[in-house]
């Protein structure tokens, strides 16, 4: 029963991970973390300057995250409803879509974080929130 559960189309890394990235982007929003010591949250080394743009990156972390892990779970069913078996191509797509997701979410955390605080740490003085 196993084995064909591991086999099956649906049991594929755009599904898994959209779902993991779906639940951390939840619990973060939800729950967000309250410092930087705590042991989850979104965690670099512009993240961690202070504690406002900690609260920033982890809101806008979250966010993204739901967003990606939405897509990735689409992929991911696409996938498994074209193909009927796990093949090279499969594994590419799916396994690279996650990848791509990943650094998407990491990449543009940190490009927010550099548009909406100056190199010391300190918030913009034209940013609205």
């Known amino acids: 029963m196993w084995w064909r559960i591991l086999h099956s189309t649906f049991f594929n890394a755009g599904i898994l991970f959209?779902?993991?990235?779906?639940?951390?982007?939840?619990?973060?929003?939800?729950?967000?973390?309250?410092?930087?010591?705590?042991?989850?949250?979104?965690?670099?080394?512009?993240?961690?300057?202070?504690?406002?743009?900690?609260?920033?990156?982890?809101?806008?972390?979250?966010?993204?995250?739901?967003?990606?892990?939405a897509i990735l779970i689409l992929i991911g069913v696409i996938c498994a409803l074209v193909y009927e078996r796990q093949t090279d191509w499969f594994f590419y797509i799916t396994v690279g879509a996650v990848v791509c997701g990943t650094m998407y979410i990491v990449g543009n955390t940190e490009w927010q974080l550099t548009q909406h605080f100056d190199k010391d740490g300190n918030r913009v003085k034209s940013d609205v929130l």
């Not at 729950?31 to 900690?54: E, I």
């Open 18 to 69: 959209g779902l993991l990235f779906v639940l951390m982007g939840f619990l973060i929003h939800r729950f967000p973390p309250k410092s930087t010591r705590s042991w989850y949250g979104y965690r670099s080394f512009l993240s961690t300057r202070n504690l406002d743009m900690w609260h920033a990156a982890n809101e806008y972390a979250a966010y993204t995250s739901l967003r990606i892990g």
